[in-house]
């Protein structure tokens, strides 16, 4: 498990369409995560958290912190 991965995860949530399908087909928190892990991507919950506080801590424009947090949200969706 990596903050590394976390940070990963965010950035490539945007590009990448098939981590994005591969998302959507998870139900919940759980299979989101053991999806990531089956692709070397894992992070905890806790680490994405923090991976998204420090992002946040360093957007210079408001859009970019928008990006961030919708992100965050996206991602909260998941917790039921």
Known sequence: MSLQNAFTFISDID???ELRKSCYTCH???ELL???K???RSFT???FADAINMLL???Q???QADR???VDAWFHCFIR
């Open 28 to 30: 919940s928190l759980d």
């Open 38 to 40: 089956g692709i070397n």
């Open 45 to 47: 919950p806790d680490e």
């Open 61 to 63: 424009t408001y859009e």
């Open 15 to 17: 590009t990448d369409k």
């Open 68 to 70: 961030v947090k919708e």
């Open 57 to 59: 801590f360093k957007c």
């Open 34 to 36: 053991v999806m990531l």
